[in-house]
């Protein structure tokens, strides 16, 4: 799936969780609100890596490929809250650090 394609879905997605926030909550989350949700979920995905690794026991309740899942549809969304493109975000920054690493473009 490209990103921009990624960053669709998300954002449809997301829409549907602001209307369950409106009835539940009275309103949608902030930009921020949704910044620390990520933050959050990538915390977990720390701690599912160090349970594969048997550093770290988890209820199992929550698989690697999921949390890892839900974290790029937090950062698709993120970057369309604040009107960046994740295609552009990634390219520009894979970009960089091919340059920075003098790493030639394989495409």
């Known amino acids: ?7 669709r879905q998300s954002v449809a997605i ?4 602001h209307e369950l ?3 539940i909550h009275g309103s949608e989350w ?4 949704d910044a620390l949700a990520f933050l959050t979920d990538a ?12 550093r ?3 209820s199992g309740d929550v698989t690697l490929p999921a949390k890892v ?3 790029v549809w937090w ?11 994740l295609d552009e975000c990634v390219a520009e920054f894979l970009a960089e650090r091919q340059r920075s690493l003098g790493i030639e473009d394989a495409s």
Request: aromatic share 2%.
């Open 1 to 7: 799936m490209e990103p921009s394609e990624a960053q």
């Open 43 to 54: 915390g977990l995905v720390g701690r599912l890596i160090m349970d594969e690794e048997g």
């Open 14 to 17: 997301r829409a549907r969780h």
């Open 69 to 71: 899942g839900e974290c």
């Open 75 to 85: 950062l698709a969304v993120l970057a369309e809250r604040t009107g960046l493109s």
């Open 30 to 33: 902030t930009a921020e609100e």
């Open 21 to 23: 926030e409106r009835q």
């Open 56 to 58: 770290w026991p988890s």
